[in-house]
């Protein structure tokens, strides 16, 4: 699964970079996941009362999250993809359980 994952966010990364003249350098990676990170935290002070709402309801702010936490998982795994870590294994010795069966080639 985190293969796959990886691929397709690495496809969109890519296009994105393309279409905007972005250079995804060894820092970019860092970087953006450090922005994406930020944005989270942005919406889940507003989902918490501790920033300004404006006419946000939960709902909207329930969604900014699940987009958020969704820009965060993106770039933790193109992140790891740019430098080779090994996720499934490091998860495995982390969190002590296998997080997709072996994939067959």
Same mark, same amino acid.
């Given at each position: 699964? $985190?293969?796959? *994952? ?17 250079? +995804? ?7 953006? #996941?450090?922005? @994406? $990170? ?13 920033? +300004? ?7 909207? $702010?329930?969604?900014?999250? @699940? ?5 965060? #998982?993106?770039?933790?795994? *193109? ?5 080779? $870590? ?20």
């Amino acid at each position: 699964m $985190l293969k796959s *994952l990886t691929g397709k966010f690495e496809r969109a990364s890519q296009d994105y970079a393309l279409g905007f003249g972005i250079e +995804r350098d060894p820092d970019w990676y860092l970087l953006k #996941l450090q922005e @994406e $990170l930020g944005e989270l935290t942005q919406v889940w002070n507003r989902y918490s009362d501790r920033g +300004r709402r404006g006419d946000l309801s939960n709902e909207d $702010l329930h969604l900014a999250l @699940e987009n958020e936490a969704a820009d965060v #998982l993106g770039h933790i795994l *193109l992140f790891a993809h740019r430098f080779g $870590l090994d996720l499934p294994s490091a998860i495995e010795r982390k969190w002590r359980f296998r997080p997709e069966p072996t994939e067959k080639t």
